[in-house]
């Protein structure tokens, strides 16, 4: 069975202070995504990582896809009431069926 | 353009009864996936369509759980009888193509099930 942690489940912080969220398996993904979830909302796809060592930003969001693709980090730069929300990171073998984190809940306060 | 629709968005139901859950996926797209949450745990695979076919039903928990997907459009899930552990938020989602890889799964907004 393969198994994604994510931490920290919970992280609470100030308007313009930076965090980073850890995604990490012992098991190799074919790639792996990144989603954000807002309460009475479904997942919705920020970024979808592949090669073993990629970065990919997206605004003030850093992703990266550890070097031998079972791990992987999101970081947020200056971070706005506005980023709070449940991330999500889930992984791909074959097809399409995804193997997701538990999420980490993040709050930031203005 | 509507995205993935599902109905009812909260249900409350007995012990023993029958749920059924229906998706309407984004229009077009042969791919649809049922998810679900239960308390404290992670969104976990239940199985994937591809047009009417069941492609993989693998994270299908037991035979209480039943998906259609007639004609390939819209799907159904039911889930009789019903049993507490049952309880969470079952996600739908669809997509163009197979695979996460340059293939954007677009979720639903949930079905809240609640079995008492």
């Known amino acids: 069975t393969q198994l994604l942690e994510q931490s920290p489940q919970f992280l609470s912080i100030q308007e313009g202070e930076n965090l980073t969220v850890y995604c990490n398996s012992s098991s190799v993904f074919s790639s792996l995504q990144w989603y954000r979830q807002e309460p009475g909302e479904g997942p919705v796809l920020l970024v979808t990582v592949v090669t073993g060592g990629e970065v990919k930003k997206l605004k003030r969001l850093t992703f990266q896809f550890g070097d031998a693709r079972k791990d992987s980090s999101l970081h947020i730069t200056a971070a706005q009431p506005g980023d709070t929300g449940l991330y999500l990171c889930a992984g791909a073998t074959s097809g399409s069926r995804l193997t997701f984190g538990e999420g980490t809940q993040l709050t930031v306060n203005p | 353009e509507a995205g993935v629709t599902q109905f009812p968005s909260h249900s409350v139901i007995e012990k023993g009864q029958t749920v059924t859950l229906r998706c309407d996926p984004i229009?077009?797209?042969?791919?649809l996936y049922w998810y679900r949450r239960v308390m404290g745990k992670e969104i976990k695979f239940l199985l994937h369509f591809v047009k009417e076919s069941k492609q993989d039903e693998s994270g299908m928990p037991n035979n209480r759980f039943l998906a259609e997907r007639t004609g390939g459009t819209y799907s159904t899930l039911k889930v009789q009888p019903a049993e507490l552990e049952d309880s969470g938020v079952y996600f739908c989602?669809?997509?163009?193509?197979?695979?996460?890889?340059?293939?954007?799964?677009?979720f639903g907004e949930g079905s809240w099930l609640t079995v008492v």
């Open positions: 989602a669809s997509s163009q193509a197979v695979g996460a890889v340059g293939n954007t799964i677009y």
């Open positions: 229009s077009g797209h042969d791919n």
